[in-house]
């Protein structure tokens, strides 16, 4: 397989986020209630995960009657997101491609959407995971988000390219 000769993520090259502190059990509470709110909105019921900068689970929910292989992906997906640097769903062409060894991708590598990085002030506070859905779990991060406080900015790019620009807004 033929390897391009920039294969690097850009979120790893730039080492431009770093790791911090800041996220709270309360703002994790905050973020799940929105997130569960959003998850009823949307019909699916979710699990819900979020992480500390360390990879450490801060806070978890899984609503009644989500699917229970959610409970580990959205697990994973914070994990990822965080020890990634970036959104799960951007490892999914990495892999697929062959830009990364696939030994890379462990058993708790999650290379789908629905796993984000908390970010405030260019740090990465945490990891946020949700699983349940497709689209729908890239929703209920945008809720989870927006009720801690966070950048949305990773969220609105993959609404747009999974669902683009008219029906994202």
Same mark, same amino acid.
Do not use: C
């Given at each position: 397989?033929? $390897? ?5 993520? &850009? ?10 502190? *800041?996220?709270?059990? !309360?703002?994790?509470? =905050? ?19 979020i992480s500390d900068a360390g990879g450490n689970l801060v806070a978890f929910r899984r609503m009644d009657n989500a699917a229970l292989f959610s409970i ?12 990634? $640097? ?6 999914? !062409?990495?892999? =697929? ?10 058993? =708790? ?10 970010? $405030? ?10 699983? *349940? *859905?497709?689209?729908? !779990? /890239?929703?209920? /991060? ?12 990773? /969220?609105?790019? /993959?609404?747009? &390219? ?8």
């Amino acid at each position: 397989m033929n $390897k391009p000769a920039n294969s690097t993520p &850009a979120a790893w090259k730039s080492g431009g986020l770093s790791y911090g502190s *800041g996220l709270t059990l !309360d703002i994790a509470k =905050r973020m799940l209630e929105a997130g569960e709110k959003e998850a009823e909105k949307q019909g699916v019921p979710m699990s819900m995960a979020i992480s500390d900068a360390g990879g450490n689970l801060v806070a978890f929910r899984r609503m009644d009657n989500a699917a229970l292989f959610s409970i580990q992906i959205a697990m994973d997906k914070a994990f990822t997101t965080l020890f990634g $640097k970036m959104p799960t769903g951007n490892f999914a !062409d990495l892999y =697929r491609t062959g830009e990364l060894v696939p030994l890379f991708f462990h058993e =708790r590598w999650i290379t789908f959407p629905g796993g984000f990085p908390i970010t $405030k002030n260019e740090m990465i506070l945490g990891g946020i995971g949700v699983s *349940g *859905g497709t689209i729908e !779990d /890239v929703y209920v /991060v945008k809720a989870a988000l927006k009720a801690g406080g966070f950048i949305l900015d990773e /969220v609105d790019t /993959v609404i747009k &390219a999974m669902i683009g620009d008219a029906q994202s807004k």
